[in-house]
């Protein structure tokens, strides 16, 4: 399926892996071979944004704030946390964000 979507091979290479480079018992154990898995960049960025909404949540009472800016606070908050721990750079070095 992503392959249907993305037709840039390093940007493929920037947002899939292999299963021997997965630590993720789970997604291991869940996978027959015909699914593309998510690299490891992927992952991080996806337990962040998770981390993000559920503070959000616990915050107000188990709702998200109804604004406009919602989902650009949540990507701001997660690229920095990324910065911060070099995904963002790793992803670079695979080609992902050109100029």
Do not use: Y
Request: aromatic fraction near 4%; charge should be positive; charged fraction near 15%.
């Amino acid at each position: 399926m992503v392959e249907k979507k993305i037709h840039c091979p390093q940007c493929l290479a920037a947002l899939t892996t292999n299963k021997e480079s997965i630590p993720d018992l789970f997604i291991t154990w869940k996978t027959t071979g015909g699914v593309k898995l998510p690299s490891l960049g992927l992952i991080k960025i996806c337990e962040e944004t998770e981390k993000c909404v559920m503070r959000m949540l616990n915050v107000n009472g188990g709702g998200l704030p109804h604004s406009a800016g919602l989902s650009s606070a949540i990507a701001m908050t997660v690229s920095s946390v990324c910065v911060e721990s070099k995904v963002l750079i790793l992803l670079q070095e695979t080609t992902l964000f050109l100029n």
